[in-house]
């Protein structure tokens, strides 16, 4: 079958005619909800550019498999200095990017080097990254101006992507000496993909990179199409023409598990969902605590995800080094609530709940938080934006509340614990509740830098009490995911770090 003659056939619905047609055996079919803003690895924080990303790059380090464990990827080998400010890796030898330029330690250099000069969300991974020194050809050593304990976590994150120098170069100009420009719609890295195809709007085109120095994928190509309806996915999975539906509703879930050709792997995951409280906007304590009591969390976790999710308890979720099962737990009391906005002095003003529409359940998710605000005399008017615009009002702190949905890109708790309550990271950075509090920021930069687990999780723990107990977000629900794929597809593994990213190269059908 022409893999050109499918997409052409596929990649439309036009008049409510569905054009139905089986994608090959050797391409996978994804439909997601939005085209990335970007893939530069330097410069996006989102799920939707690293599934582009994730697979189209090598980095040092790699999870392995199910779990959270660290393994060499373009590594072969590192050892650390015993005040562990310096890393030394060695590089695999068999590395190269199509054009055949070798994955060296200059490219290892140059790459991070372009990391911190784009500036970047991704930069913010490697606080304490103050040189890279390309050693020789297969050695190179990263110096840390003070240790930080997750360090060889971020060498697996989506932002620690190896470039490739000379592609990069050939594209940089006086104003754009980074080639941004080019590598927001473009990859230049040596995974296991190449980026060939991006028609905005309709679909992304992945084709397997024949000089891959790894095990070659199985399959020839993944085609990520642009179905922003859940409604429409649902119908193209039933049908046969994708083979994963990433933005299904939890109702559309539920309604498909007995398809034909369907199946929805369910696994325990590290993906939160919460509110943000805009601190500026809503600065008393007593305020946001009363909104905290007055969320249904039993109600909204069995309305919206179907059961299907736990109640947060504390800011670092069941599953993740600094989970407290004893933390404290805001449970659903309008009583204690009207009482607290009483003692806030609250005035009854209005407040703006923002969302996006690119997670199917938060339109129901704003609609029930809604009823329950309301119910103990906060009015709120509901505001949905698409996914981009969202993410500007969040930066620039344009919002009273706002639906959020967070998972670790690296594991370890700073990921929850320094980037939510830094005051430091106030916005798109992290702490997007643009909280503050000098105790909370002195607890968690120490904690950030001790190499001694215990001490380090006994300041966090601390840290969390004050967290909680402010208010400082409506801490929701820790989310089982669902997913929704055709039942040929074979060698799918779920691994927490890697949501919604997809082991695209272990993949067959």
């Excluded at 909800?33 to 790699?62: F, G, K």
């Amino acid at each position: 079958m022409d893999f050109r003659k499918f997409t052409i056939a596929a990649a439309v619905l036009a008049g409510g005619l569905v054009l139905a047609q089986q994608p090959p055996e050797d391409v996978l079919v994804v439909a997601s909800s939005n085209d990335p803003q970007s893939v530069d690895p330097a410069w996006e924080m989102d799920n939707h550019a690293w599934m582009v990303s994730y697979w189209t790059y090598d980095r040092l380090m790699a999870y392995e498999g199910e779990t959270t464990d660290m393994v060499p990827s373009l590594a072969e080998a590192y050892e650390v200095s015993d005040d562990e400010t310096e890393w030394t890796f060695t590089l695999r030898e068999d590395a190269v990017f199509p054009d055949g330029t070798p994955v060296d330690a200059a490219a290892v250099k140059y790459s991070f080097d372009r990391l911190l000069g784009v500036a970047a969300g991704p930069s913010d991974v490697f606080p304490t990254l103050a040189e890279v020194e390309a050693v020789s050809d297969t050695v190179v050593r990263f110096h840390l101006s003070e240790p930080f304990a997750p360090f060889l976590s971020t060498l697996a994150h989506p932002g620690a992507a190896i470039v490739n120098p000379e592609a990069v170069e050939a594209e940089a100009t006086e104003a754009d000496p980074w080639a941004r420009d080019f590598l927001s719609r473009n990859t230049a890295g040596s995974g296991p993909f190449t980026l060939t195809e991006w028609r905005e709007g309709e679909r992304i085109e992945l084709t397997a990179n024949a000089d891959y120095w790894g095990e070659a994928p199985a399959l020839s190509r993944v085609l990520i199409r642009i179905v922003p309806e859940s409604s429409t996915q649902r119908i193209l999975l039933e049908r046969g023409e994708v083979d994963i539906a990433e933005n299904l509703t939890n109702d559309q879930k539920e309604s498909i598990r007995d398809a034909d050709g369907v199946t929805v792997e369910e696994h325990p995951s590290l993906a939160v969902q919460y509110v943000y409280l805009n601190n500026r906007e809503l600065s008393d304590p007593l305020l946001r605590q009363a909104l905290s009591y007055a969320v249904n969390y039993d109600g909204v976790i069995d309305s919206i995800e179907q059961g299907k999710a736990e109640q947060m308890r504390g800011a670092v979720p069941f599953g993740l080094t600094g989970y407290d099962g004893d933390a404290f737990q805001y449970s659903h009391d309008p009583d204690r609530a009207r009482e607290l906005l009483d003692e806030a002095g609250y005035d009854g003003r209005e407040l703006r709940l923002l969302y996006a529409d690119q997670t199917a359940s938060w339109p129901a998710l704003a609609q029930y938080l809604q009823s329950n605000f309301e119910q103990v005399g906060v009015p709120v008017k509901l505001e949905q934006f698409s996914w981009a615009t969202m993410r500007e009002r969040l930066d620039d702190g344009n919002f009273d509340l706002a639906l959020g949905g967070w998972s670790p890109d690296f594991a370890d708790p700073y990921m929850f614990m320094n980037y939510w309550f830094d005051s430091a990271n106030g916005g798109l950075a992290g702490n997007r509740s643009f909280y503050e509090n000098a105790d909370v920021d002195e607890l968690v930069r120490e904690a950030a830098v001790l190499s001694d687990q215990e001490e380090r999780l006994s300041l966090y723990r601390e840290a969390q009490d004050i967290v909680v107990d402010e208010a400082a977000y409506i801490y929701l629900y820790q989310r089982n995911l669902q997913i929704p794929m055709r039942d040929r597809v074979q060698g799918y593994v779920f691994n927490p770090m890697l949501v919604d990213m997809y082991n695209f190269p272990d993949i067959s059908k």
